[in-house]
Every structure is written in C-alpha cells, then in structure tokens.
C-alpha cells in the first residue's frame, strides 16, 4: 500500500507507474484504492463508477476498469457534504463530520472488493488518501492505516519533497503513529525531487535514523507526468503556448469529470485556457461547459463570476459553444429539480442557447457508449455518468447518435451544441475532425500518448526505486 505524508504527494500516479512496472514482468497486477473523494469519476467495464484515478491505474496494470478498484467514492456536492458511491452505486449522501459513523457499513464492502481482486491477481497495489499522520480520523478510518491494519497490508510511505519538509513529514509522521501503525509500514521513498539526488544523502540518513524505515529510493521530476490525466481540479491549470485554437473552459465550483480536456490539452496546435473564478472568459474560439456535480448550483455560480455576459458575448462573435453534461444541461431553457435531486425542489432558467429542457431526477444513467458524430458520421466512444432527461426542438438535431438513439443537440447556428456523453474529444478521429473544422491539427492517438507516458514512468520507477525490496515487502501480508 503506498500512502502519502500529505495529499497530492503522488500516490495515484506512483501506484500507475508500479501497475505498469508488475505488469511488464509478466505479473497480474490490479490497483485499489478504499475510499476516493473526487468529482472525475469513469464508468468501469463492470458498470458503476469508479475514480478517474484508478481507471488510469488499471490502464497501466493492463486490466479492465471494476467497480472493485474502488470501493468507496466520495463526490463532493457542497464544502461539507458528499454523494456517497459504494462499488459503484449510489449509496446516499454523508455530511463531512458523519463520516467515521458508516465505517462499519463501508469497511466490510471495502474489504469485499479487495479479497475480490486479490484472488485473481498475483498483486494488489493499493492506494491511500491524504495522510495516515491525520490522527483526528483515524477512528473511522478505511482509507489509510484503518485499511492497512484490516488488510494486513504492508505500507510504503511516500514524502513529497517539492513542497518542502519532507523529513520533517516522514519523521513526524513516524511520531504521531501508534505502535501499531508504525509496525505497518516497511519503507518510505521520496518523490517529486528536483536537483542532485545525492545531496540528499544526508536527508535520506536522517529520516532512517529517527524511524528505523528502509529507504526505497528517490524519484526525480517526472516531465511525463504532464501526459496523464489530472486526479484533481486543484491540478488543472491548462496550456497556453502559442497553438492556432484556443479553447476556455470556466472552472466551475463542482467541475466534475474534467479529464474530458485531457486529449485537447496535449494537441500541440491548441491552447486550453482554464478560467478560474474571479476571471473573465476571454475572447477565444471555442467555450467548453464542463460537467458538474451540481448543476443548478454552478449555474448559479457561474452568473455570479459574470461569465454568462462573456459567454453571451462569445456567441454573439461567432464563437462555437460546447457542453458536456451538466454543460449541456446549462445550455437549454431551463432544469426542473422537482424531487430536489440537487437541493431543495426548484426550477431554474438556463442560458437558453438550445431549445431543451431539463428535468433531474433520482435515477443516475452509468454507462459506457459507442455511437457516431451526426455532423461527420465518425465513431465516437465514452460513457455517461449523469442524472436528469434533456429534451426539446433542437433534439431533433442530435449532436450524436448512441446505439441508434439520438443525443444531445446542436443550435440552429450549429455553432452552439452539448451532449451527455463524456470521453468524446478522447476519439481520435472525431477529435481530428474537430479540430480540422477549426483550422488546427492532431497529433493522433490520445491512447498512445498516454500508454507512453506510462511506459516512460514506469522506465523511470524501475531506475529509481528498489524494485525487488518491494516485491519482497509484497510477500509479507
């Protein structure tokens, strides 16, 4: 189990490069991850949603995406409350301070799923989340050495050297642990560092010294990192470089599966510009909407960042509007909460730029979909994680066509269209038609892009760490 001295440390993208290393010696390797909290969510092969996170890690361990990757998902819906999704369902709404009293509910599932994976795989490399040093949460804890000592699970803990004080982490780490905690861990390693790895020799002596834990070794940098999708919102910043298009994409209170961006940011011929609150959108080719957890209340939000006058604007100029999702479902003439899906029961107006109408309801649609662009006619592939029915007049233009049925909408102008269907611009031949339409590029295939950037990683994790003391410290459990 990798756990971290603080969150963004690097567990995911380390456990995706450890998948892809295991399972280029020919191991059966599958990740894992307790409890994840996180808007970007994928629809795993088995139905359900997972984080976005392990999906990639089971990308790299070459195995398809399962509901029993994780467990436990927690989709942020306010500061203080989250949708509660169990192995892939949802399963009610938890405020933050009622967590620890549903660990008895949610350990056994989670355990469940784990023995599921861990008799047909030869490994299981599993992932914590933020930090086992937050003692404050241990009592209800299923995410870190709540699962560990459950498990029985040996634990590699990684310190994130970038952001300063990284020995005092590993080191206060070790002091605030139980005694049965700290017998859990079997290592530690150092990411993220930058510079002359053997000026830390000394850094490295003093961390054994005071923990009596083995050293792993020191990652350095990762320039390829920048390949693979974001785990989360507080990653995104965009690309600005100079490219022939430029693309906006206003970044919403709840944005919610924002990886949709990931195969436009590494275009070469374009820019992504993320537009945080406080910001104007500025004069661009094209607005990108992207999905939220709370539509009504982003909407919301997003008239209070004054960004409906600049999108109005944009539109006004000729520029292409596109939404996905919740994006889509702000584009039409209204959305009706009547059974208060998203809050207390209430309608709202939209931006009105497609003739639809939505309707929220209970009932979530988690779906993986195969279909065709109307507009070229070429292949599309995603999935579909949504609550609410659009319908209206400009349905009757469909952007898409899912299993025969119709899809989303395009305006009049057909500038102006949204769809529920995420993943899109990840079809490299639409993308390319897409991008084509507009005066820019592609590179090609977006899959290759990042199955390099893994192969990359993972060539990097195999020099950096003691890759047979892990195998060995694998055995113990």
Not at 71 to 92: N, T, Y
Not at 235 to 254: D, N, W
Not at 353 to 373: F, P, S
Request: with cysteine.
């Amino acid at each position: 189990m990798i756990q971290g001295t603080n969150s963004n440390a690097g567990k995911s993208v380390l456990v995706a490069g450890l998948c892809r290393v295991f399972a280029r010696r020919g191991i059966a390797v599958e990740p894992f991850k307790p409890q994840n909290m996180s808007n970007n969510a994928a629809v795993a092969d088995d139905g359900g949603e997972i984080g976005r996170a392990q999906a990639l890690q089971a990308q790299a361990a070459n195995v398809a995406p399962s509901i029993h990757h994780n467990p436990v998902l927690l989709k942020p819906e306010s500061d203080i409350g989250s949708q509660v999704i169990v192995q892939g369902r949802p399963a009610g709404h938890l405020g933050s301070g009622r967590f620890g009293h549903r660990r008895d509910e949610l350990l056994p599932k989670v355990l469940e799923s784990f023995e599921i994976l861990r008799n047909r795989a030869g490994l299981v490399i599993v992932e914590g989340a933020g930090s086992p040093a937050e003692t404050n949460l241990r009592q209800g804890d299923i995410a870190n050495m709540g699962f560990a000592e459950a498990a029985g699970v040996p634990v590699i803990l990684a310190g994130d050297i970038d952001r300063g004080g990284v020995i005092a982490s590993l080191v206060g780490t070790h002091q605030v642990l139980n005694s049965t905690d700290r017998s859990l861990v079997a290592g530690f390693l150092i990411n993220k560092f930058r510079g002359n790895v053997e000026l830390f020799d000394s850094g490295l002596d003093t961390i054994r010294n005071h923990t009596g834990w083995p050293s792993l070794g020191v990652v350095t940098w990762a320039h390829s990192l920048a390949s693979l999708p974001a785990e989360d919102a507080v990653e995104l910043s965009g690309k600005v470089g100079g490219g022939s298009l430029t693309i906006a994409v206003p970044m919403l209170s709840r944005i919610a599966n924002f990886d949709d961006l990931d195969p436009l940011s590494l275009e070469p011929d374009v820019d992504v510009v993320m537009v945080p609150p406080g910001q104007p959108i500025p004069a661009v080719d094209v607005i990108i909407l992207p999905g939220t957890k709370s539509t009504i209340a982003d909407l919301a939000f997003m008239r209070n960042q004054g960004w409906h006058v600049d999108i109005e604007a944009h539109v006004r100029r000729g520029g292409r509007l596109i939404g996905l999702c919740g994006g889509y479902q702000m584009l039409g003439r209204t959305i009706a909460d009547p059974a208060g899906v998203e809050g207390p029961p209430s309608e709202v107006t939209g931006l009105g730029y497609l003739e639809v109408d939505t309707v929220l309801h209970e009932a979530k649609v988690t779906r993986q979909v195969q279909g065709i662009h109307v507009g070229s006619g070429l292949p599309v592939t995603g999935y579909e994680i949504h609550v609410g029915e659009t319908a209206g007049p400009a349905a009757a233009r469909p952007f898409l066509e899912i299993g025969g049925d119709a899809e989303g909408a395009v305006s009049e102008s057909e500038r102006v269209m949204g769809a529920y269907v995420h993943g899109l611009f990840g079809s490299d031949e639409f993308r390319s038609h897409f991008l084509s339409d507009l005066g820019a590029t592609s590179i090609g295939s977006y899959d290759a892009t990042v199955d390099t950037a893994l192969n990359a990683w993972a060539d990097q994790l195999e020099e950096q760490l003691d890759i047979d003391a892990l195998v060995e410290i694998s055995k113990r459990n």
